[in-house]
């Protein structure tokens, strides 16, 4: 059975850089028939799709965060992970790390980790 | 980027009821919508793809149609555990994008 599972710093500075780390397991994130993502959630509010990778190393961004991330894939230690620079509050949020399919359609999520950003 | 406008942000209902949730799009997506369940502190889940799609496993008191760029999704008789937000999600053009959500709580 796949499992994902997010590892993140949880408490954080702005300006920081927030690096977040995707572990999959039962499952290669080496598969020409998933990308695999991200999406956050800040409390209390809705879902937001931060970007993709493909197991090539083909990436996808929000334009709306693309200038501060940087996405990466690591098939020998079957994990993906994302890098944003310069958070503020307001990327306090749940981040989830995903699979999804070639249609984008999100079928597997980790549990899901918070990060706080506050001075 | 395309937009979601999902309604009612949040409705109230019993066990037993039919329960209709619906996303409109900007622009023109097809087919192209996901519809996800998520419970209190927990990840969501996908339930329908392409509009119309259960997902693997899923009840089929579920079930979405589209028409044009209206979308609806549709619980046939609320179950305790069906109780939850519902959002829609496109993925005709990337950015993807979500719906606002719909929050379904008991009367």
């Known amino acids: 059975q796949l499992q994902l599972q997010e590892s993140g710093p949880g408490l954080m500075k702005p300006a920081e850089t927030l690096s977040l780390t995707c572990t999959v397991s039962g499952g290669a994130v080496r598969s020409t028939t998933y990308y695999w993502g991200w999406i956050r959630q800040p409390p209390g509010k809705g879902l937001e799709w931060i970007g993709s990778i493909y197991y090539d190393g083909s990436t996808y961004y929000s334009p709306s965060l693309k200038s501060r991330l940087t996405m990466s894939v690591d098939t020998s230690k079957n994990q993906f992970s994302l890098r944003m620079r310069s958070v503020t509050a307001a990327d306090t949020a749940v981040y989830y790390c995903t699979r999804q399919t070639l249609r984008w359609g999100s079928e597997r999520w980790g549990q899901g980790t918070l990060i706080t950003v506050s001075s | ?107």
């Open chain 2, 1 to 107: 980027d395309i937009q979601m406008t999902q309604s009612p942000s949040s409705l109230s209902a019993s066990v037993g009821d039919r329960v209709t949730i619906t996303c409109q799009a900007s622009q023109d997506i097809t087919r192209y919508l996901n519809w996800y369940q998520q419970k209190p502190g927990k990840a969501p889940k996908l339930l329908i793809y392409d509009a119309s799609s259960l997902d693997t496993g899923v009840p089929s008191r579920f079930s979405g149609s589209r028409s044009g760029t209206d979308f609806t999704f549709t619980i046939s008789s609320m179950q305790p555990e069906d109780f939850a937000t519902y959002y829609c999600q496109q993925y005709g053009n990337l950015p993807l994008t979500f719906g606002g959500g719909t929050k379904v709580d008991i009367k």
